[in-house]
């Protein structure tokens, strides 16, 4: 079985601040490992992903996760927070692209300008 | 990346009446569709998986009678809300996923629809 634990529902940045938003997850095979991007009435964006390789990735707006096998963590980071990354933010595990997606709770990002 | 569409956007319909929402994959051909629903502040919940061709399976607790999903080609699926009522007022989103074809990026991601506002009055 697969698991992901966001800790942290809600975390207030200031612009230009760095964002971390952490995600660890349980999984008994190796993990695809994904973080998604939300805003108000909209669909999941696709922000990076990691499957295999480098286990430092690199997405769009500026975010960057790395692959953390012994600590079982993909934590997303940016170095300067913007007011657009204002949203809502998930992680989630899987083992292939036809599988089903398990998602965190979710972690909701204020940047306070 | 690629693109999902998801149409109608937003729905409002009389308590009893069915809804179809249709996802489609624009860009690759997607062996398999997820289908999601979203309460307020909270995070997805998944209905059922559907593979081109075949019946979809569905999570434990959803009604397979109410949710009706069709995935007739490897670029179109449905989910109809039968006898539609209040409490199945939701946002409902789908993804597309297990690309056929050489683009690794198809094969191992899920892409989201933009999502449907359903309102059932």
């Known amino acids: 079985a697969q698991s992901v634990t966001q800790l942290g529902s809600h975390v207030s940045v200031s612009e230009g601040a760095l964002v971390l938003l952490r995600c660890n997850y349980s999984?008994?095979?190796?993990?695809?490992l994904f973080w998604y991007v939300q805003y108000p009435n909209q669909g999941l964006q696709l922000l990076l992903k990691y499957t295999t390789g480098a286990t430092l990735v690199k997405g769009i707006n500026g975010f960057e996760a790395e692959f953390k096998k012994s600590e079982t963590s993909f934590h997303l980071t940016k170095p300067s927070a913007h007011m657009s990354d204002a949203a809502e933010y998930f992680c989630?595990?899987?083992?292939?692209?036809?599988?089903?997606?398990?998602f965190g709770k979710g972690t909701r990002l204020s940047v306070i300008a | 990346g690629a693109v999902v569409s998801q149409h109608p956007s937003r729905v409002i319909c009389k308590s009893g009446t069915s809804v179809k929402i249709e996802c489609r994959s624009l860009?690759?051909?997607?062996?398999?569709m997820f289908w999601y629903r979203q309460f307020p502040k909270q995070s997805l919940m998944l209905m059922a998986t559907s593979n081109e061709g075949s019946k979809a399976t569905y999570e434990q607790g959803v009604e397979k009678d109410k949710f009706l999903i069709n995935h007739a080609s490897l670029t179109l699926s449905t989910l109809t809300v039968t006898s539609a009522h209040p409490e199945d007022s939701s946002f409902y989103i789908c993804?597309?996923?297990?690309?056929?074809?050489?683009?690794?990026?198809?094969?191992?991601?899920?892409?989201f629809g933009p999502g449907t506002r359903l309102l059932v009055l």
């Open positions: 860009d690759f051909q997607a062996t398999t």
């Open positions: 993804s597309a996923g297990g690309g056929l074809g050489l683009r690794t990026e198809f094969q191992e991601t899920q892409y």
């Open positions: 989630a595990v899987t083992y292939s692209g036809n599988t089903p997606l398990v």
């Open positions: 999984s008994s095979v190796p993990p695809y």
